[in-house]
């Protein structure tokens, strides 16, 4: 049982666009969702977060943002740039297993100049 | 600081070796996670510890896997007898107790595992 599915493998985008990214889950007792980008040959990099009592939380060109009701999380880039071209991978936390994050399979960004 | 760091960057083993990675977290950080990623089965979670303790090692996948935690500063996860099928990239991450809900964890830049 996947808790944190990321749907699409892979999106492309032109320099400048929008990017959004997606994320579903189904642990309702999920109470943070963090998003992490991953270059090549290494780890992965925290980015932003969201807590569950939130419904949008915004970082300079990124924003997450958050429906409860439809346990779907968003990541929009913009605008994006080439240096954003990496693996986005999705994560979620329980308040009952707090040292604890799930992650999802990863999308893979490419933002073309 | 340096971030997290592990070592070896990569490994490559005959089946039936054993293997030790390593892993040295960030000063001052209390929790640790080993993590493994695969092609079939994305990022999961092996094993965590807070303050140098177990805390759950549902996500090990047999008793050929173990990791320890001596010292605030060191970790090991060690595979004995390796098989092929161990082969991915294994991450180290530390965070502080309680933020890496929501400030996230640090990784190191991982350890490629080949067993031939």
């Known amino acids: 049982d996947q808790q944190v599915k990321q749907n699409s493998p892979s999106l492309s985008v032109q320099e400048g666009r929008i990017s959004i990214l997606n994320c579903d889950y189904t642990?309702?007792?999920?109470?943070?969702f963090l998003w992490y980008k991953k270059y090549p040959a290494e780890g992965p990099t925290f980015l932003i977060s969201?807590?569950?009592?939130?419904d949008k939380n915004e970082d300079g060109r990124f924003t997450v943002f958050l429906n409860k009701s439809a346990k779907h999380l968003s990541l929009h880039i913009v605008p994006s740039q080439p240096g954003d071209s990496a693996v986005y991978f999705c994560?979620?936390?329980?308040?009952?297993?707090?040292?604890?994050?799930?992650f999802g399979d990863g999308t893979t960004l490419t933002v073309k100049p | 600081d340096a971030g997290v760091i592990q070592s070896p960057r990569h490994e490559v083993t005959e089946m039936g070796q054993e293997v030790t990675l390593r892993c040295k977290p960030i000063?001052?950080?209390?929790?640790l996670f080993w993590y493994r990623q695969t092609m079939m089965r994305g990022l999961e979670l092996l094993i965590y510890f807070n303050n140098n303790v177990p805390i759950d090692d549902s996500g090990m996948p047999e008793d050929r896997f173990s990791a320890k935690m001596p010292n605030a500063s060191f970790s090991t996860l060690k595979i004995q007898p390796s098989e092929p099928r161990d082969s991915a990239v294994y991450f180290c991450?530390?965070?502080?107790?309680?933020?890496?809900?929501?400030?996230?964890?640090?990784f190191g830049s991982g350890t490629r595992l080949t067993v031939v």
């Open positions: 642990n309702s007792m999920f109470d943070y």
């Open positions: 000063s001052g950080h209390n929790s």
């Open positions: 991450a530390s965070s502080l107790r309680g933020t890496g809900r929501g400030y996230g964890y640090t």
């Open positions: 994560a979620a936390s329980e308040w009952t297993n707090a040292g604890k994050s799930t």
């Open positions: 969201i807590s569950s009592i939130k």
